[in-house]
Every structure is written in C-alpha cells, then in structure tokens.
C-alpha cells in the first residue's frame, strides 16, 4: 500500500522554541494533506488541511500563526508549531489520500511531541 | 450531537470472544466508511471499508445501516492481538477536501 512517512517520531523541545513536523507521500502524488492532533485517550482532531501550492485551510480554533503549514510540493507537507508551550504537547498525526473517491487514508507514524 | 459518535468502551473480553462495536454518523450525506485500528501510541491503520452490502474479513465483519445512521463491527474468536482502540471513520460527500471525521474510539482488551 501506499506510504507516508512523517518525522521526527518523537521531540522534546523548550517553551518558547518552534518544532517542524515533515509529512512525505512516497509513492503517490497528494495534492491535499490533512494534520490531525490526538490528545490521550481522545480522537483524531482536524486541524488543517494542507493544500499544496495554496493556503492551508485551518478548522476553528486552530490558530494558524501558531501552526503553519507549508505544502511545497506534491510530496511534502510540513508543520510547524512556533513558540510553543507545554499545552501543545501531544501527538500529531498526518494522512493523505490518494485523490479518488472512497479510497483510505494512509497515515504518518506520528509525532509525538512534549513541550518541557 | 457529535458528528460520528462511538460507545468508548473499555470492552474487556475474553479470548474467544465475539464483540461488536457500533458507530452512529449524524451526516446523511456521508458517503464512505471504514473501521481503523489504532494501537497505542500508533497511527492508526486501515482495518477495513465498509460497504452498503455488509462486508466480511476473515473473523471482522463489517455492516453499514443507512436508514439509521450507523456502522458496526463485528469480531469472532477474538485473539489477544486484537486488543486495541478501533475507530469508525465516515467520509462525508461534499466537502473541499472530503476529509476524514473520525470518531472516538472504542477500547477493547482481550484477556487470556
């Protein structure tokens, strides 16, 4: 099946500092990228949708001059979470899918990441 | 009311088992379903579509009801490896981007 690889898996960063998050399809082109957020214990939450070539479209309440989102290329999406606080930590997923209708979300690793 | 809803669980059974999960989706309009598993501290994964015609793998089979709104989950035999959060996932028709919406989770643990 098709990958998508997502990395770093795991960062500790400061308060204060910005983490980037890379999301890459590597064997299928994604034209749309979705970033999720997971807390313990809870779903997968929306946070943006990541367009390549164009802005990312963020859901409310997702502030997007924390969390930019940069989709250059048909293969790479990345997150980045700027000045970040112990709040944002938690684990970030990414999907893409292929473009057509009902087909499955492939899913990054995950980044798991903790704000000391 | 929450898009796609989930009973959370924790479901502990023993092996052997059959369990059945559902998953109700407030969105008529929806279009695609599927079941994922997800592992802790894992991306999820594709455990299989589910179709309007009810659909079966191996010990998992699948059903959609679209009259009611919901999707199940069914597991026989239930090995310990089974143990995980499954999570129902609809795709809704229109949408700019038809993302995913994804429902809670249900815990299950398998015991020997």
């Known amino acids: 099946g098709a990958v998508v690889s997502q990395h770093p898996s795991r960062v500790i960063c400061k308060s204060g500092t910005s983490v980037k998050i890379e999301c890459r399809s590597l064997d299928f082109q994604a034209t749309t990228m979705f970033w999720y957020r997971q807390f313990p214990k809870q779903s997968l939450m929306l946070m943006a949708t990541s367009n390549e070539g164009s802005k990312a479209t963020y859901e409310q309440g997702v502030e997007k001059d924390k969390f930019l989102i940069n989709h250059a290329s048909l293969t790479l999406s990345t997150l980045t979470v700027t000045s970040a606080h112990p709040e944002d930590s938690s684990f970030y997923i990414c999907?893409?899918?292929?473009?057509?209708?009902?087909?499955?979300?492939?899913f990054g690793q995950g980044t798991r990441l903790t704000v000391v | 009311r929450k898009e796609v809803e989930q009973d959370p669980g924790p479901f502990n059974v023993p092996e052997g088992a059959t369990v059945a999960f559902n998953c109700t989706y407030s969105n008529s309009a929806s279009q695609s379903f599927f079941w994922y598993r997800q592992d802790c501290r894992k991306e999820p994964k594709l455990l299989m579509s589910?179709?309007?015609s009810g659909n079966e793998d191996g010990r998992f089979t699948a059903q959609l009801n679209r009259a009611s709104q919901y999707i199940s989950l069914l597991i026989r035999d239930s090995k310990l490896s089974d143990s995980a959060t499954y999570l129902c996932v609809v795709i809704p028709l229109s949408g700019s981007a038809r993302q995913l919406t994804f429902g809670s989770g249900t815990q299950l643990t398998v015991l020997p």
């Open positions: 589910v179709y309007s």
């Open positions: 999907s893409a899918r292929r473009n057509r209708a009902g087909t499955e979300a492939f």
